[in-house]
């Protein structure tokens, strides 16, 4: 159509730009190229309750508060954001905030009584402080984007000012140096058989990040399920980056300043592990495969025989009929619930491995349900997703489609009849031989919110573990779920345990799985482990040993191996090494009360269970290189062997008191020593004025009662608090209160040492004596009262040099005199 002649409006309120095209045989000439584009000005500023929305005429930023110490912000290149919905998120309330948000001459303050983002209006960047003026965190450059012409939405990107010496810690398990800075990174769930050292993507993708600047620890969590990227200072040395390959930018700030304020406020963000069921945190033995029942019952046999405690055996994929999840091989096991019966009789517990893969089988009844109900997951054009995994072709259940989630769940009905305690998640990156993985044009019904492969791939994994952990708590009643799963996203801790995965039977590998641990940990997986001794590989006796002491301190301790290598029991490397090994399983199970307390200290109070020495002195740069050397909860400090022929350690301890857990020597922390290292031992410290719980050695957890409860407790001139936990270690009974949670507080000086006890909860234990040994004392004790009663027996030290008291469990205080 043509305009009037010689007029300046433009027809049917076309803009500028489209009347300055030119329509010629359909080409569109003037287009704008697609390029980044960054926030420009703000020009426009609205609240809506904790929502502060901000635009520069195009896009949109939303910053809400979500509590005085978490400040989300959001970007909408086009200025409408995507539907809320996140995966990662726990269902916590957080608790009300108090904020301000104020107009000044250059820029908007939003502030909490913590926290305080401040946007700029000439240029858009956004940073975070103190509410004292210092500058936490920053923008270099705007949040920018680039629209992503073949998949649609948008790249998104944030690039952060790389402050001068700071550290960088987090992202879940990566193979790299603990400390991020100058590396860069990927999150896409990945099978990385036989990874190596700084090899990238792994299985997981926990976008979480903790940055110290200048001595103030503040936390990042990306969330976006999209293949994300990360670069510390990597490409350029002034910037930290996050980016992702579409989604929103979605970030929350966590404020600190201290790295265990940031951790436990990630937690509440993304929850915590459930409390687990005591017997979880015994020792456990795997391998690819042991089938047929006579070999899994020589092992159990071997166990008990040796008194080497066990409280779990595993049946990796070939107990399976030709790898179809959900049934038996009744050539190798003919009658599983008598086994699995037996099995428990003499204490072992029976996890059993169930991947994604369905095998494509009419006469299988799991894919005839799943393909009858449109439960698997199909590609753009509706073909049905297929790969090859281990059953041969195989379709895929849409695990982010709650219907398929539920079906799944209750598929482990017939396990759980016949006595199986455990699943174990496998091959859910997902992976597909060949290919790696599936194809990006794989949809998903993501609760609903719908989406490709390329938004479900990181949750996919996850959301598979959720099934199994959902269907379990079901099916079991009262009983704690046992989980562990190989893929994950941030908050698959509310639903499993996880491992590192595939790894290799090399010192270097040793070293990996200590860092890798206490990633994980401080990302808010603590309920971690590698496999001891590694998958593949051949290990000597050494190496094993030094492992198994290591595992003693890892959340989760698993030996596992692939069925083309030696095999990896304790006893597989010779009486020398066997009794090495016992000696340090029977250290766990002494310490199971105190592993157990920290499960707790994790649930209830957020605290992650593996400690890098940075969490305990992050003002202290030396601290933030030191990477194999960790504190399990915050009374034991480990220092594992990590080097092969190695007979001595460099040892640095935090500031404060602190005893060797062998000799009982006093060392005054904030410096490093070089402790003895001979192979059936490693370094060990305990905390001054810690109380640690101890058990008699069990061969597996719950054989019989305690009697009287030992608790070695350390002595102190400043005040020091512990908590003992402890229930009917299997129930859900703690949720109603059912537990007993105990606080001690030990204080001294060179005359007196006093110990004070307080108790909440209901649970009432069998036993009514404690056994308290008391270590370090600085007198020779001439009185104690108890309750301000007089103690009538013998005063006196054993052996140990141990002083030893016997007092009823109920004791408010006890003095001890000089």
């Known amino acids: 159509m043509e305009g009037n002649e010689g007029s300046s409006s433009l027809p049917f309120d076309l803009t500028k730009q489209e009347a300055d095209m030119h329509h010629v045989n359909n080409p569109v000439l003037g287009l704008e190229k697609n390029v980044k584009r960054y926030l420009s000005a703000v020009k426009g500023f609205r609240q809506d309750s904790n929502r502060l929305l901000f635009t520069d005429g195009i896009a949109?930023?939303?910053?809400?508060?979500?509590?005085?110490?978490?400040?989300?912000?959001?970007?909408?290149?086009?200025?409408?954001?995507?539907?809320?919905?996140?995966?990662?998120?726990?269902?916590?309330?957080?608790?009300?905030?108090?904020?301000?948000?104020?107009?000044?001459?250059?820029?908007?303050?939003?502030?909490?009584?913590?926290?305080?983002?401040?946007?700029?209006?000439?240029?858009?960047?956004?940073?975070?402080d103190d509410t004292h003026g210092g500058i936490i965190n920053e923008d270099r450059i705007p949040m920018h984007w680039e629209e992503n012409i073949d998949y649609g939405g948008y790249y998104v990107y944030a690039t952060k000012k790389c402050q001068d010496n700071e550290s960088f810690f987090g992202l879940g398990d990566k193979s790299s140096d603990f400390n991020l800075i100058g590396k860069k990174y990927i999150n896409w769930n990945t099978d990385a058989y036989s990874y190596q050292k700084n090899q990238d993507p792994l299985y997981r993708s926990i976008p979480f990040y903790i940055g110290i600047n200048k001595g103030v620890s503040y936390g990042i969590f990306f969330d976006n399920t999209f293949k994300s990227h990360f670069d510390f200072a990597h490409q350029d040395q002034e910037d930290v980056s996050f980016w992702a390959d579409g989604g929103e930018m979605q970030y929350y700030y966590i404020h600190g300043p201290h790295m265990m304020d940031v951790i436990k406020r990630y937690h509440m963000l993304t929850g915590t592990h459930q409390m687990p069921a005591k017997w979880t945190l015994g020792f456990h033995q795997c391998r690819w495969s042991y089938y047929p029942e006579e070999i899994v019952k020589k092992l159990a046999q071997n166990f008990r025989q040796r008194k080497i405690p066990c409280d779990a055996i595993y049946l990796d994929i070939d107990y399976m009929d030709g790898y179809r999840c959900f049934t038996w091989n009744k050539k190798y096991f003919p009658d599983p619930a008598r086994m699995i019966k037996e099995l428990e009789n003499d204490g072992f517990k029976t996890v059993v491995i169930i991947d994604p893969g369905i095998r494509v089988d009419p006469n299988y009844s799991v894919y005839r349900e799943g393909k009858q109900n449109n439960y698997f997951c199909r590609r753009c054009d509706d073909y049905f997703m297929e790969g090859h995994v281990w059953p041969g072709r195989c379709q895929f259940p849409d695990f982010t489609n709650p219907k398929v989630r539920d079906w799944w769940g209750n598929l482990f009905k017939e396990l759980i009849d016949i006595g199986v305690a455990g699943v174990w998640n496998d091959m859910n990156e997902p992976a597909v031989f060949g290919s790696g993985t599936f194809p990006v044009d794989v949809r998903h019904n993501y609760d609903g919110f719908h989406g490709s492969h390329r938004k479900a791939h990181n949750i996919y994994g996850m959301q598979m573990v959720r099934a199994t952990y959902e269907g379990l708590k079901k099916l079991q009643k009262n009983k704690r779920p046992f989980t562990i799963t190989r893929a994950g996203f941030s908050g698959v801790q509310r639903y499993s345990s996880v491992w590192t995965g595939d790894n290799v039977a090399t010192w270097e590998h040793l070293k990996m799985a200590i860092i890798q641990c206490q990633r994980l940990s401080i990302s808010g997986i603590s309920f971690c482990g590698s496999d001891i001794g590694g998958f593949s590989g051949q290990p000597?006796?050494?190496?094993?040993?030094?492992?198994?002491?290591?595992?003693?301190?890892?959340?989760?301790?698993?030996a596992h191996s692939a069925g083309d290598t030696i095999e990896r029991e304790p006893w597989s490397f010779g009486k020398e090494f066997e009794d090495i090994n016992r000696k340090f399983i029977e250290l766990r199970y002494k310490l199971l009360p105190y592993i157990y307390t920290t499960f707790w200290e994790h649930y209830r109070y957020y605290f992650p269970i593996i400690r890098p020495l940075v969490l305990h002195e992050q003002e202290n740069v030396f601290t933030h290189t030191i990477q194999e050397i960790f504190t399990f909860g915050d009374k034991i400090l480990v220092a594992p062997v990590s080097n092969q022929g190695v007979r001595l350690k460099n040892v640095y301890l935090p500031s404060g008191s602190w005893y060797d857990f062998w000799t009982y020597e006093r060392l005054h922390g904030g410096r490093e020593y070089q402790v003895a290292a001979p192979l059936n031992s490693i370094p060990i410290f305990v905390k001054a004025g810690s109380v640690i719980p101890e058990s008699p050695v069990m061969q597996y957890v719950g054989e019989f009662e305690i009697e009287e409860m030992v608790f070695q407790i350390y002595f102190s001139e400043y005040e020091v608090n512990s908590i003992y936990f402890e229930d009917n270690d299997d129930s859900f009974a703690f949720e109603h209160n059912i537990y007993l949670e105990k606080k001690f507080v030990v204080i001294g000086d060179q005359k007196t040492m006093i110990i004070t006890q307080s108790s909440v909860g209901l649970f009432n234990p069998h036993y009514n004596i404690y056994d308290l040994k008391i270590i370090g004392l600085p007198f020779i004790p001439q009185k104690v009262l108890i309750d301000g009663v007089e103690y009538q027996e013998i005063l006196g030290f054993d052996d140990r040099k141990q002083f030893r008291i016997k007092c009823t469990k109920s004791f408010k205080r006890i003095e001890i005199i000089a």
């Open 540 to 558: 000597d006796g050494e190496l094993f040993t030094r492992w198994i002491q290591m595992g003693v301190f890892s959340p989760f301790m698993r």
């Open 60 to 128: 949109e930023v939303e910053v809400k508060v979500i509590s005085n110490e978490i400040i989300r912000v959001r970007l909408a290149p086009g200025g409408v954001f995507l539907e809320e919905f996140s995966y990662a998120l726990a269902d916590t309330v957080h608790p009300v905030a108090v904020f301000s948000c104020k107009e000044l001459e250059d820029c908007f303050r939003v502030e909490t009584n913590s926290a305080a983002c401040v946007i700029n209006k000439k240029t858009f960047l956004i940073s975070f």
